[in-house]
């Protein structure tokens, strides 16, 4: 599967911004979807995760209750909202895919086989 990330910018701190993700090629239903980041000089981290059918997510501790993970199966999309920004928030954003059982929600950056490129999201203060 194909994965393609838009949806990036800058915003001021306290905004909101949507990641879209759009999979091409494969079944895209046999995939748990991720997210994740990586600002500069630091490594790739985990933000969210959600099941096959949309059923169950996992975020990271940083983002919960601020970032919110959904898909589309017909249209082969996964979302990321992301509200109440913060600097810290600042980052390249990945969406990944994992071939998976129904309820899984793999944290680690290794079960991901497919990666679509970075959008970038900068926060200003």
């Known amino acids: 599967v194909q994965l393609q990330a838009s949806g990036g910018g800058l915003v001021q701190a306290g905004g909101s911004l949507r990641l879209t993700c759009v999979a091409s090629g494969g079944t895209f239903t046999y995939y748990t979807m991720g997210w994740f980041r990586q600002a500069p000089g630091k490594e790739r981290e985990f933000v969210a995760a959600l099941s096959r059918s949309g059923g169950w997510a996992e975020y990271a501790d940083s983002v919960k209750g601020r970032f919110t993970v959904s898909r589309d199966n017909g249209r082969k999309k996964v979302f990321l909202q992301m509200d109440s920004l913060e600097p810290e928030d600042t980052a390249s954003y990945y969406c990944?895919?994992?071939?998976?059982?129904?309820?899984?929600?793999?944290?680690?950056?290794?079960?991901?086989?497919?990666w679509g490129q970075g959008t970038l999201v900068t926060v200003s203060s």
């Open positions: 990944a895919a994992a071939r998976s059982i129904v309820t899984d929600l793999p944290i680690d950056k290794a079960r991901y086989g497919h």
